[in-house]
């Protein structure tokens, strides 16, 4: 049996980390066993759905690289749009089936009498369904009115009896009938209701598997029952542990970002949010945290999912995020970084190739302390760079400290005289010149870096010195928006402003 799912988001917004999740497993589960990923798009909620966020989600599920089989672009079995399908009537059809067999009837119950008839069961301490009203009204009672213009919705006559499934995560689960009540299968708008849509386009599209949210269970049992009515067999069902806060609320906007477009602008690669979301309510059987794509297809599997909820760490996320950073090509990331810089107005648009290549120089210094591209503008080495400000050792107070000492004020000193004598400055040259002022000024270590970081940096502290040296100077050759000073010009100016220029 080749094994077939689905993911199928309603168009309303943005995807929701939950549902991302939901994706995943669902992909995941797919590749493993080599089987069919399906994209369903569920557009009946003619309100809300609209074509852009479907593009907005086909965009974000492909940035992600969840790509599927079938789907709004073709597959055997479509159309994939429900609009679409309910266009052709595939649903009015399917309901003729069951009103003809006698496991369908007409509703004419008004708002007002379902809502009097809600209001009762919860008086009674009763779970609020449908009384039954019209589950017995004769055939000719029907058409005449209907005739009349009254209008109706269609409802689904659940058989007495247990309904029991197996979950593939939470193990058999069994609820009695008696507990549903009748199903609305179409609207009085003419319009399919959630649950007979996806029984139908299940069945239609073959469907062997449904893995979703554990808020699904309370619909599963009244679809069984409606795949039984339409003569299919029912898939096997997967119930996923529900996303939440690090509160353990349900996870929500007060939590901070919680669709997948947001991280995206943040600048996380998809491979960090992909790894992550997969460790949501599944463990590895390697115990591993990291993982590529081809690790996560390879090892997943339904059995590992756990019951319990899983919890969305930001903290966690970022360290995922910056263990793929790390292992990230460092062109890459200067391509993904660039739109953050030329935000911040660190960049020109559009940017030349050795200013990309800078930006690549820069990765490689910085990949290994930002978990996202969003981070670079404003990193301690981005601004040391980019940005620099004489005035800021003016406001540190333990590089004030350190002024106190006069050796401090004498390296600044002559480290800037030094400098402005000798061009180029490599890397080597950079490293002479230090020694010389470390001679010149009896001081060594920190008695000696120290100040030296402050002449080109005016901080206390950040990167090191050797690795943003020629970070500054080939910086300083570029045509920015802000020119970028050099080492012998920073140096000077530190100098001039301490008052202690040669």
Known sequence: MTIRTRFAPSPTGSLHVGNVRTALFNWLFTRHAGGVFILRIEDTDRERSTLEHEQGIVSELSWLGLDWQEGTGGGAFGPYRQSERHEQGVYRRELGRLLDQGDAYYCFCTPEQLEADRHACLQAGK???????????????????????????SRFKVPPG??????????????????????VLFRSDGWPTYNF???????????????????HIS??????????????????????PLVLGMDHAPLSKRHGDTSLRQYREHGYLPEAIFNYLALLGWSSPS?????????????????????????????????????????????????LAVPFLQHRGDL???????????????MQLLKESVSRLQQVPESDAAQILLRFDPGMCLTDPEIQADLEEPSCRAVIRTFAHLLAQDRPIDLETYRRIAQEAGKATGTKGRSLYHPIRVALTARGSGPELNRLVPLIESAAALQLPRPVPGCARRATSVAKLLGVEA
């Open 127 to 153: 779970p609020p369904q449908y009384v039954g009203r019209c589950r017995d009204i004769p055939p000719e009672q029907v058409k005449k009115r209907q005739a009349a213009g009254e209008i109706s919705a």
């Open 162 to 183: 247990k309904v029991l499934f197996q979950d593939l995560i939470r193990g058999p689960i069994e609820v009695d009938s008696s507990q549903i009540g009748d199903p």
């Open 197 to 215: 849509a996806v029984v139908v386009d299940d069945i239609q599209m073959k469907i062997t598997h449904v893995i979703r949210g554990e808020d």
């Open 287 to 335: 115990g591993n945290e990291v993982f590529s794509q081809e690790e996560l297809v390879k090892d997943f599997d339904l059995s590992r999912v756990g019951r319990s909820a899983g919890v969305f760490d930001p903290a966690k996320l970022d360290w995922i995020a910056n263990q793929h950073v790390r292992k990230a090509d460092p062109s890459r990331l200067a391509d």
């Open 348 to 362: 020109p648009d559009p940017v030349s190739e050795d200013q990309r290549a800078w930006v690549a120089e820069l």
């Open 219 to 240: 619909n599963t049992p009244r679809q069984i029952l409606l795949y039984r009515a339409l003569g299919s067999e029912p898939p096997r069902f997967a119930h996923l």
